[in-house]
Structures are given as structure tokens and as C-alpha cells.
């Protein structure tokens, strides 16, 4: 079992940043690939970004340059880091782990789930 742990989330103004972490405690964390996934009222959860146990980030094409996903395997914790912030990136964001050693952009293909923390982002 790996148990995910979120932190970071809050409200922003439009224009804004922030950073999110996530603590994993359980099993060996740098066997991991770890994501991030965001999900908005009404909407399905959605990939922003994942990053390989060998440290190699992959991300949502449209996500690119505002987001950036980051992991440091001596404590256990991965970042996403956000920039220019508008009100369409209110959600709840969800860290996600996954023992595939392949990148996966899939919800369904994590095996491991944070609680998520809020994001909203005002104009």
C-alpha cells in the first residue's frame, strides 16, 4: 500500500501560483510513477502531468509551460508547480501513484489516490 497525502491547494487570484506537494509514506516511493490530476465540478478527472521513478516528466500537451512536475525521491514527495493561473483551473487536484513502469495518463491505470486538495483561482 502507498498512502498520498496532498498539500498546497487554496485560493489564488487570476495570474497567480502555486505549488502543490504530495508525501507518499508506505512503500518504496521511488519505485513509483507519480501524476497529477485535476478534476472540476461536473467535469471527469483529468491528467496535467506525470513523472517516472527515473525522474522523467511526461505531460497534458495543453498543460505545458504553466505546469510543472517535480519529485524528490529522498522525501518522498512530488510537486506540481503552477503559474499563470486562471479561473478555469479551479478543481480539486489529486496526486496519484502507479507501479507501471510505463507512463500512463489514464486515471483508471493508478492504483493509489490521494484525498485531493482544493484549488480556486478568482478573477
Known amino acids: 500500500q502507498v498512502q498520498l497525502v496532498e498539500s498546497g491547494g487554496g485560493l489564488v487570484q487570476a495570474g497567480g501560483s502555486l505549488r502543490l506537494s504530495c508525501a507518499a509514506s508506505?512503500?518504496?516511493?521511488?519505485?513509483?510513477?507519480m501524476a497529477w490530476f485535476r478534476q472540476a465540478p461536473g467535469k471527469e478527472r483529468a491528467f496535467i502531468a506525470g513523472?517516472?521513478?527515473?525522474?522523467?516528466?511526461y505531460y497534458l500537451d495543453s498543460m505545458k509551460g504553466r505546469f510543472t512536475i517535480s519529485r524528490d525521491n529522498a522525501k518522498n514527495t512530488v510537486y506540481l508547480q503552477m503559474s499563470s493561473l486562471s479561473p478555469e483551473d479551479t478543481a480539486v487536484y489529486y496526486c496519484?501513484?502507479?507501479?507501471?513502469?510505463?507512463?500512463?495518463?489514464?486515471?483508471?491505470?493508478?492504483?493509489?489516490w490521494g484525498q485531493g486538495t482544493q484549488v480556486t483561482v478568482s478573477s
Open positions: 508506505g512503500r518504496t516511493f521511488s519505485n513509483y510513477n
Open positions: 496519484a501513484a502507479t507501479a507501471s513502469g510505463v507512463p500512463r495518463t489514464t486515471a483508471t491505470l493508478y492504483e493509489y
Open positions: 513523472i517516472t521513478w527515473r525522474y522523467s516528466p
